[in-house]
């Protein structure tokens, strides 16, 4: 159920740290260049700023925090109309669409310490100089892995096509296998073009 669903709006949200043992390890930081960078357009800029000050919160306090909403409202620059249609209610709303956090009961939030990279869909939708940008960086970070990793991931992808999963599932599912997310876009990229490729009809 979204949050603003809810039969009313909460003064306090319970805030609390959502684990993901890949998403911890491949993710990015909400305070970081890459989410600042490449998110923003996608969650809009309240809701990249809301999840920076809970990333700020539950690095200190790791096991979580009560969260005044009319004082962090207004500290963000919302305004301070309450209610589940406020602007500051409607930007935990999306950062839950998003994944980025999740509700619990009516009165906790649970929120990833980290957003993943970009999957394939979310990268269409922002301008071709972003998605450029976006590739650059991923070329700068591609980690110093073995040849055979790298195949293995590439081989990976293309049997994952070719048992009918899209593109952004066989994304996914690489990162769940704990390839580098720079390794598992590129996989990715060169599956879909073996893919097409195979589908292609022949020239006689």
């Known amino acids: 159920m979204?949050?603003?669903?809810?039969?009313?709006?909460?003064?306090?949200?319970?805030?609390?740290?959502?684990?993901?043992?890949?998403?911890?390890?491949?993710?990015?930081?909400?305070?970081?260049?890459?989410?600042?960078?490449?998110?923003?357009?996608?969650?809009?800029p309240s809701t990249v700023w809301l999840l920076r000050r809970l990333a700020a919160g539950l690095e200190a306090n790791p096991e979580g925090f009560d969260l005044d909403v009319g004082l962090t409202a207004q500290?963000?620059?919302?305004?301070?109309?309450?209610?589940r249609s406020s602007p500051f209610m409607r930007s935990i709303d999306r950062s839950c669409r998003f994944g980025a956090?999740?509700?619990?009961?009516?009165?906790?939030?649970?929120?990833?310490?980290?957003?993943?990279?970009?999957?394939?869909?979310?990268?269409?939708?922002?301008?071709?100089?972003?998605?450029?940008?976006?590739a650059e960086w991923l070329a700068r970070t591609v980690p110093t892995e073995s040849d055979s990793m790298r195949r293995r991931a590439r081989a990976l992808a293309l049997s994952l096509l070719e048992?009918?999963?899209?593109?952004?599932?066989?994304?996914?599912?690489?990162?769940?296998?704990?390839?580098?997310?720079?390794?598992a876009h590129e996989a990715l990229r060169w599956a879909?073009?073996?893919?097409?490729?195979?589908?292609?009809?022949?020239?006689?």
């Open 2 to 44: 979204s949050i603003v669903d809810h039969p009313f709006s909460p003064a306090t949200l319970r805030v609390e740290p959502w684990p993901d043992p890949v998403i911890d390890q491949v993710g990015h930081d909400p305070r970081s260049a890459y989410v600042e960078r490449f998110w923003l357009g996608i969650l809009g």
């Open 75 to 83: 500290a963000l620059g919302v305004g301070s109309r309450g209610g």
């Open 101 to 134: 956090a999740r509700l619990h009961g009516v009165d906790t939030l649970i929120v990833r310490r980290k957003l993943p990279p970009l999957t394939r869909g979310q990268l269409q939708r922002l301008p071709e100089p972003l998605q450029a940008e976006h």
């Open 163 to 183: 048992l009918g999963e899209d593109a952004e599932a066989v994304e996914r599912q690489l990162h769940r296998w704990r390839f580098h997310p720079a390794m």
């Open 192 to 204: 879909l073009g073996e893919h097409a490729g195979d589908r292609a009809p022949q020239a006689s």
